[in-house]
């Protein structure tokens, strides 16, 4: 079992629709929790951290944390054709030097 | 410069060759990561810079690769007798401190190898 999971995708959306981007992890001892985006040929760029239980919106994002479940979930409200992105579930471990770990990704297409 | 500045952007060259990779970091940041991304997959851990040392070098996948920050800014990834499954971007990302606080690494553009 990998220790961030991610389904690959694609997820198509329309455009002004709600995207659920979703993410597990096997670590219990997790602690904190982050949303990359990374948009074709460039490099990831933090959006969201999220490190209680519950929601943290920021914008049209939010994220949401159920560490008893060990799951976390990215909602981008108001689609955007802009938003078409892969997005990564990072997460600190608990054991070793607490480097974030990256899972696969999710390929968010949204089509006007 | 402002970002964290990655040479060379493309690398191509043949199975069994020595590369190098360097990546110069954001001014003032004492992390330093190295990730290696595949197709399709997300970053792969490499190894761990704490100013000069190597606080973390479990990413590393055999003795083939390794990776110097000798002045604590500029680092280098170093890859002997290059085999085809190390073709992937190699990518390098710093932070103000353990990413682990804040979370945020701040990535360059990456570098391109690919070993033919």
């Known amino acids: 079992q990998k220790e961030v999971e991610q389904n690959s995708g694609p997820l198509s959306v329309p455009e002004g629709a709600i995207a659920s981007l979703n993410c597990t992890y096997s670590?219990?001892?997790?602690?904190?929790f982050f949303w990359y985006r990374q948009y074709s040929g460039k490099s990831p760029e933090l959006i969201m951290s999220i490190y209680s239980n519950g929601d943290k919106e920021d914008g049209r994002f939010t994220a949401q944390l159920n560490k008893a479940s060990q799951y976390v979930s990215l909602l981008i409200r108001d689609s955007q054709p802009s938003d078409s992105a892969t997005y990564l579930c990072?997460?600190?471990?608990?054991?070793?030097?607490?480097?974030?770990?990256f899972g696969r990704g999710t390929s968010l297409i949204v089509h006007p | 410069g402002a970002g964290v500045s990655q040479t060379p952007s493309n690398k191509v060259t043949e199975k069994g060759k020595y590369v190098e990779l360097r990546c110069d970091p954001i001014s003032g940041h004492t992390a330093l990561y190295w990730y290696r991304q595949s197709l399709g997959q997300g970053p792969e851990f490499l190894i761990y810079?704490?100013?000069?040392?190597?606080?973390?070098d479990s990413g590393l996948p055999n003795d083939r690769f390794f990776a110097v920050r000798p002045e604590g800014s500029v680092s280098t990834l170093k890859i002997q007798r290059t085999e085809r499954g190390d073709s992937a971007v190699y990518l390098c990302?710093?932070?103000?401190?353990?990413?682990?606080?804040?979370?945020?690494?701040?990535f360059g553009e990456g570098s391109r190898l690919t070993v033919l």
């Open positions: 990072a997460v600190r471990l608990s054991g070793g030097s607490y480097i974030p770990t």
């Open positions: 990302a710093s932070s103000p401190i353990l990413a682990g606080a804040s979370g945020e690494l701040f």
């Open positions: 810079f704490q100013g000069t040392g190597a606080a973390d």
């Open positions: 670590d219990r001892g997790s602690q904190s």
